[in-house]
Structures are given as C-alpha cells and as structure tokens.
C-alpha cells in the first residue's frame, strides 16, 4: 500500500514551528506536524521559557511560549480547519532524505515512514551553559526564576540599575556587556570568564576599560542564593567572591541543524542553516524557519514572521501547480 504524500511536513512545535503549522492550514493547506519527542521538548528555548515580557498580550502565560502554543494548536483541532491539521504528539523525526521523485521521506523517533513535498524544518537552538564543578546543574534555579538570563532583547530590562555579571569570555560576551552597561544605569557589572582566557578583540577591550568593566577569569566554584533562584546573592571564584543581583550567560549556542546537515543544506560558519527571505533552503522543497534560520534576530515574534513567509511561499508553489494542471487541461 502507498503511503500518503502530505503536502507540507513542520518539523518543530516552538515559536516558529506553531505559527508554521497555524498558518499552513489557515490557507487550506494539509499539514502533518512534529511537535517533536519529550527529549526534544526537553532540551528546547521554548521549553525553558518563562514570563515573555517584551511580546505584547503575552504577560499573563506562566510559560510564555509552551501555553500560547497548546492554545492555538486546541483552537485548530476545534475550528473548521482541524481536518487539515494531522499532528503526531510526542514524536520527533530523526532522519530525512529525499527521494528520486523530490518527496522528503522522514522517519520519526518511533521508528515510522512519513512522506511530504514541502518540509519547513523548524527544530531551534539551546543556549550554551557554563560547566561549574563539572555539571550544568548549579544554573537550572535560578534560570527557571530568571535571575539567569540569556537574551538581551528579551530580558535586559532585568538588569536596570543593579548588580550584574556576564558570563563567557568571547567578544559576544564582552558585546553583552557594553550593550547592558550602555542601556541599563548599572550600578557594578563584572565578566566572569569561568577559567577560559578571555578572548576580547582591541577595540572591545578598550570600551571594557572606559567603561571600568570587570573581567575575572577565576573558575566559578559555586552560586550562591535564596527562594529556589528567586534571589541570586553572589558567585564563589576560585580567590574571590563577587557580589551580584543578576546574571547573563552568553557562551554561544547548540544549533539543533542534524536534519538540514543529512540532506546536505548549505550551512554559516557557526551552523546555522543558510536560506532566502522566503526560508527557502539550498535543498529545493526544504524551509526553515525560527532560531535555526541564518542570519536573523533569535525571538519569537521573527520566528513567527519567518513561519508565516515559508507558509505562504509554499502555498503560492502549490496554487501555481493546480492553476497549471487547470489551465493545461483547459489547453487540451
Ligand atoms: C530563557 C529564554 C528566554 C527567552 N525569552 C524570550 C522572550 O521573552 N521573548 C522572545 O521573543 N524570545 C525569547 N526567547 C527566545 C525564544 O525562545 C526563541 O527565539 C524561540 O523559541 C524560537 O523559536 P523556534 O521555534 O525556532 O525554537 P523553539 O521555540 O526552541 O522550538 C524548537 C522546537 O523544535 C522541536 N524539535 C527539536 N528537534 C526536533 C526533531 N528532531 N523533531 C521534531 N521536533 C524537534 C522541539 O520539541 C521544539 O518544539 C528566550 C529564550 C530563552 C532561552
């Protein structure tokens, strides 16, 4: 028996993915959708996503992202379009390939053969966290209370005038840095390297000096705080303690790109899958759309903007064929 070609496949449940899914089958297209598996979930940035404070309507979700997603996605199953919508919950795809016909042939966590023409690849990224006494552990409290932070735009106003350190020893941290000391009327900000020789270019150093920065590059032994990370105190070094009230941690980031890197997507120097404004990848019929996406702004609103481009690019593709047939047939 043959299997089923669906015309698109939306690989991702996050920001991205959602609004890939919602919008495919607002314009009448059928959509088959991997939220992904638990362990994808897991290690996902919608999953560690707590109060979104610069998207507005968004305030009042205790999980600013997973909550939006599971009320959009129950409103399709409940509308008109919920024929369209065939979701597979809790599974992930782990391989893809493409067949000689230019179907993408995927294989979920089950180990299950799924086929699709358009594939909008929407799997994401994860911040890179620092390693104290050997275990990312020590971080979990007190980023789920968000006196760890990671992303300027959306949580940089938690800095304004308070005690602050950037962790990493990259020019991105050294960037982070500036950028809070310039915004936010800090009242201390020191860059913890966590035993790495800080790697800071000329002109990054000089702005370091003007603006009186710290830079230490002591391992970090220990964070110390109260209320289960509500309250973050100080960080026990390897000679010293620093007093701070909150933290950024910017050491880069893991790009979820092994399904793009099967097919052989072209790819930037840091992973990122390289695409057009449409999210057209280098493998014809393969979109991507979301914090995957090269050379774009990692939020959720421009996650949302890529989603509905590849959406509506791949509708446009699929309304160009019928009218062909149509007007063929016409011809004939
Ligand atoms: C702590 C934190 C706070 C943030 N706060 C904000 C904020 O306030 N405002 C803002 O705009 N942005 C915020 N961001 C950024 C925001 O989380 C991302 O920009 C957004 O989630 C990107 O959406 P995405 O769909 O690309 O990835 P994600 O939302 O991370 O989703 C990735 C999805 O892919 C799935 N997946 C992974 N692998 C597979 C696979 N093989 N098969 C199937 N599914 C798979 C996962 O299950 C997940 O559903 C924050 C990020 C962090 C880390």
């Known amino acids: 028996m043959s299997q089923k070609i669906y015309p698109v496949c939306v690989i991702g449940g996050g920001s991205a993915g959602t609004m890939a899914?919602?919008?495919?089958?607002?314009?009448?297209?059928?959509?088959?959708?991997?939220?992904?598996s638990p362990k994808d979930k897991k290690k996902s940035r919608a999953f560690w996503v707590r109060k979104v404070e610069n998207v507005p309507a968004h305030l009042s979700y205790k999980?600013?992202?997973?909550?939006?997603?599971?009320?959009?996605?129950?409103?399709?199953?409940?509308?008109?379009?919920?024929?369209?919508l065939a979701i597979k919950k809790n599974l992930g795809i782990i391989s893809i390939k493409k067949n000689q016909d230019g179907t993408f042939e995927l294989t979920d966590?089950?180990?299950?053969?799924?086929?699709?023409?358009?594939?909008?690849?929407?799997?994401?990224?994860?911040?890179?966290?620092?390693h104290?006494?050997?275990?990312?552990?020590?971080?979990?409290?007190?980023?789920?209370?968000?006196?760890?932070?990671?992303?300027?735009?959306?949580?940089?106003?938690?800095?304004?005038?308070?005690n602050v350190t950037v962790i990493g020893h990259g020019n991105s941290a050294a960037w982070v840095a500036i950028i809070l000391h310039e915004r936010y009327e800090l009242a201390s900000?020191?860059?913890?390297?966590?035993?790495?020789?800080?790697?800071?270019?000329?002109?990054?150093?000089?702005?370091?000096?003007?603006?009186?920065?710290?830079?230490?590059?002591?391992?970090?032994?220990?964070?110390?705080?109260?209320?289960?990370?509500k309250i973050l105190t100080e960080f026990i070094l390897e000679k010293s303690v620093l007093k701070t009230d909150i933290c950024f941690i910017s050491l880069g980031m893991i790009v979820y790109n092994?399904?793009?890197?099967?097919?052989?997507?072209?790819?930037?120097?840091?992973?990122?899958?390289?695409?057009?404004e449409t999210g057209l990848t280098s493998?014809?019929?393969l979109y991507v759309a979301g914090d995957l996406k090269a050379n774009t702004r990692k939020q959720i609103y421009t996650a949302w903007d890529h989603a509905v481009s590849s959406?509506?690019?791949?509708?446009?593709?699929?309304?160009n064929e019928k009218r062909q047939l149509l007007l063929d047939r016409i011809q004939k």
Not at 260 to 265: I, T
Not at 266 to 272: I, K, N, P, S, V
Request: overall charge negative.
């Open 21 to 36: 899914a919602l919008r495919t089958v607002l314009n009448n297209d059928e959509c088959l959708f991997f939220p992904g």
């Open 63 to 84: 999980r600013g992202i997973e909550d939006p997603n599971a009320e959009t996605i129950k409103w399709i199953m409940e509308s008109e379009f919920k024929e369209k």
């Open 189 to 229: 900000l020191n860059i913890l390297t966590n035993g790495e020789k800080a790697q800071f270019q000329d002109e990054t150093c000089k702005l370091l000096k003007l603006y009186n920065i710290g830079i230490n590059e002591e391992k970090i032994l220990e964070i110390k705080g109260e209320e289960k990370g």
């Open 258 to 276: 092994e399904l793009a890197k099967e097919l052989g997507a072209a790819l930037d120097e840091r992973g990122f899958v390289v695409a057009d």
């Open 109 to 130: 966590s089950k180990g299950h053969l799924h086929f699709a023409k358009y594939v909008i690849l929407c799997t994401g990224v994860m911040d890179t966290q620092p």
């Open 311 to 319: 959406a509506n690019a791949i509708n446009q593709k699929i309304r």
């Open 132 to 162: 104290i006494q050997g275990s990312i552990a020590a971080v979990y409290d007190y980023a789920n209370a968000q006196t760890i932070d990671y992303c300027l735009i959306c949580d940089g106003h938690h800095t304004y005038k308070k």
């Open 283 to 285: 493998i014809t019929g």
